[in-house]
């Protein structure tokens, strides 16, 4: 007698091509910028670090210039920290204004990454709860297939990439 294994893989390996049909690809203004569409796996972790960590760059030597001016001897000795340089301060002000674009393309990935998983991009404000939100982001962003053809946040970016899915 045979027994069908329930927890065994699938055995088809059907390709899907939806070649035929049309999908516009988003721009890539309106992947780093725009909080609408859909982004593949691939994509998320390419504009994640292509992207976001190119502009977080000149924001981390802004930083580091600001650290710099601050420590130096004549700043640390007693009583002269009413002679804070202006240069550290102003650095440091650069720093956190170049972090906004960073972190505004950020967010907007995360949100397409969640409009392909079917979900909502205001998910992306998981990211503010201490330890579980990045493993959450890792987990649901980086990991978990999208959802195959169109939904309700648009086009497939597989289809629109003219890529395939391989079937389950």
């Not at 982004?39 to 972790?45: D, V």
């Not at 977080?56 to 130096?72: F, K, R, V």
């Not at 950020?106 to 969640?114: C, H, L, M």
Request: net charge negative; with cysteine; hydrophobic share 45%.
């Amino acid at each position: 007698m045979e027994q069908n294994n329930i927890y065994a893989a699938p055995e088809t390996t059907e390709v899907v091509n939806h070649s035929a049909e049309t999908h516009t690809p988003l721009t890539l203004k309106q992947k780093l910028w725009g909080f609408k569409g859909r982004i593949s796996r691939a994509g998320y972790w390419g504009y994640t670090y292509s992207a976001v960590l190119l502009a977080s760059i000149p924001a981390m030597i802004a930083y580091g210039i600001g650290a710099a001016l601050l420590m130096t001897p004549e700043v640390l000795s007693d009583g002269a920290m009413e002679e804070i340089p202006v240069a550290g301060i102003t650095s440091f002000a650069v720093a956190f204004l170049l972090y906004i674009p960073a972190m505004w393309m950020s967010y907007a990935i995360i949100a397409k990454r969640f409009h392909d998983r079917g979900k909502s991009g205001w998910w992306s404000l998981i990211t503010f709860v201490p330890y579980v939100g990045g493993i959450w982001i890792l987990i649901d962003c980086g990991c978990l297939a999208g959802d195959k053809g169109k939904n309700h946040y648009g086009d497939d970016p597989l289809l629109a990439d003219g890529k395939t899915h391989a079937t389950a």
